[in-house]
T-cell receptor, first 115, second 113 residues
Framework: DAKTTQPNSMESNEEEPVHLPCNHS???????IHWYRQLPSQGPEYVIH???SNVNNRMASLAIAEDRKSSTLILHRATLRDAAVYYC????????????????FGQGTILTVHP | NAGVTQTPKFRILKIGQSMTLQCAQD?????MYWYRQDPGMGLKLIYY???????DKGEVPNGYNVSRSTTEDFPLRLELAAPSQTSVYFC????????????FGQGTRLTVV
C-alpha cells in the first residue's frame, strides 16, 4: 500500500480555518484519497474522499494537488468538536474496481482547537 | 439504523482466559474488519472478511481467530489472553468499493491482567 505522511500535530483557534496536509508521493493512478477522524474515545468516522478533483461536503473540503502527490483537508471554521486525530489514507482499487476495502492507518495528525 | 454495534464496551480478562468480542452490522455490508488500537497509535488490522464464510489475516492476527457465518456478524475470538492484547478493538464494515466510506463501531476496551 502507498504510504502517507502527515504532521504529528497541529493547533488552531476556534472559528478559524484549518488546513491539514498529507503527502503521498508514491500514490498510484487508481488510489483514492480518504480522510477519517477519530474523536476522543470514539471509533474513526469518515470525513471525505476524492480521486483527482477537489471535493466538498458538509464536513470539510479536500484539495488534491494536480500531480496527486499531496492533498489538504480543509475545515472551514474549526469548532471545539473538531479536536480529533485526522488520518489521511490511500485506498487502492484492484483491476476489478473493487478492493478489500482495507484502511491502513498511520499515526495521523492530532488537531487541537483552542477556544 | 444502528450501524456497527460492538459488545461488550469494556472487559477485564485474566491472563489465559478466553473471550469473544461481538460485532454486528445492519447495513448488509459484505466487508467487515477487526482493528486494534494501542495507546497513542493508529489502528492495526487484525482480520477481515469479504463475505460470509470468507476470512483472511490482516497485519497482526496472532492470538486471534474469527468466523463469519452470516453477513451481519463477525465475532473476534481471543484464546489464552495475554497482557499484550490489552488494547481497544474496533470493528468496521463497508460495501467494499474503494470509493465508499467505512463505518466503525464504538470500540471494546479490553484489559488483560
Amino acid at each position: 500500500d502507498a504510504k502517507t505522511t502527515q504532521p504529528n500535530s497541529m493547533e488552531s483557534n476556534e472559528e478559524e480555518p484549518v488546513h491539514l496536509p498529507c503527502n503521498h508521493s508514491t500514490i498510484s493512478g487508481t488510489d483514492y484519497i480518504h480522510w477519517y477522524r477519530q474523536l476522543p474515545s470514539q471509533g474513526p468516522e469518515y470525513v471525505i474522499h476524492g480521486l483527482t478533483s477537489n471535493v466538498n461536503n458538509r464536513m470539510a473540503s479536500l484539495a488534491i494537488a494536480e500531480d496527486r502527490k499531496s492533498s489538504t483537508l480543509i475545515l472551514h471554521r474549526a469548532t471545539l468538536r473538531d479536536a480529533a486525530v485526522y488520518y489521511c489514507i490511500l485506498r487502492a482499487a484492484n483491476a476489478g474496481g473493487t478492493s478489500y476495502g482495507k484502511l491502513t492507518f498511520g499515526q495521523g495528525t492530532i488537531l487541537t482547537v483552542h477556544p | 439504523n444502528a450501524g456497527v454495534t460492538q459488545t461488550p464496551k469494556f472487559r477485564i480478562l485474566k491472563i489465559g482466559q478466553s473471550m469473544t468480542l461481538q460485532c454486528a452490522q445492519d447495513m448488509n455490508h459484505n466487508y467487515m474488519y477487526w482493528y486494534r488500537q494501542d495507546p497513542g497509535m493508529g489502528l492495526k488490522l487484525i482480520y477481515y472478511s469479504v463475505g460470509a464464510g470468507i476470512t483472511d489475516k490482516g497485519e497482526v492476527p496472532n492470538g486471534y481467530n474469527v468466523s463469519r457465518s452470516t453477513t451481519e456478524d463477525f465475532p473476534l475470538r481471543l484464546e489464552l489472553a495475554a497482557p499484550s492484547q490489552t488494547s481497544v478493538y474496533f470493528c468496521a464494515s463497508n460495501v467494499g468499493r474503494v470509493n465508499t466510506e467505512a463505518f466503525f463501531g464504538q470500540g471494546t476496551r479490553l484489559t488483560v491482567v
